[in-house]
Nanobody, 126 residues
Framework: QVRLVESGGGLVQAGDSLRLSCAAS????????MGWFRQAPGEEREFVAR????????DYADSVKGRSTISRDNFEDTVYLQMNRLKPEDTAVYYC???????????????????WGQGTQVTVSS
């Protein structure tokens, strides 16, 4: 029953930064790991980052590692993705979702997640 709403995207130049937000309502996400994915037109949904339920552990795709930070505020039921030194190849719709925690699936697979929001568009120009 959780509802997720992504925001914070926009049109920026290469090298700029954005902070994406994922706000939950309906029920709390404080006990669940959360993930960020992105999808460009004609492409499969791609793993970006994941954060554990209490925020102690974070994982990143190689494509964004060192440039991005995932964080969460469990009191506000919000997950963030700070993206720095953005590149044109970061252009995509960014989604957040709840990790169902199925151990037979890698956490990088979209099939492990549910509760997808509507996404927020990130466009990076050269």
């Amino acid at each position: 029953q959780v509802r997720l709403v992504e925001s914070g995207g926009g049109l920026v130049q290469a090298g700029d930064s954005l902070r994406l937000s994922c706000a939950a309502s309906g029920r709390s996400i404080s006990g669940y790991a959360m993930g960020w994915f992105r999808q460009a037109p004609g492409e499969e949904r791609e793993f970006v980052a994941r954060i554990s339920g209490r925020g102690a552990v974070a994982d990143y795709a190689d494509s964004v590692k060192g440039r991005s930070t995932i964080s969460r505020d469990n009191f506000e039921d919000t997950v963030y993705l700070q993206m720095n030194r953005l590149k044109p190849e970061d252009t995509a719709v960014y989604y957040c979702a709840v990790d169902r925690g199925q151990v037979n699936l890698a956490y990088t697979l979209a099939a492990r997640y549910d509760g997808w929001g509507q996404g927020t568009q990130v466009t990076v120009s050269s």
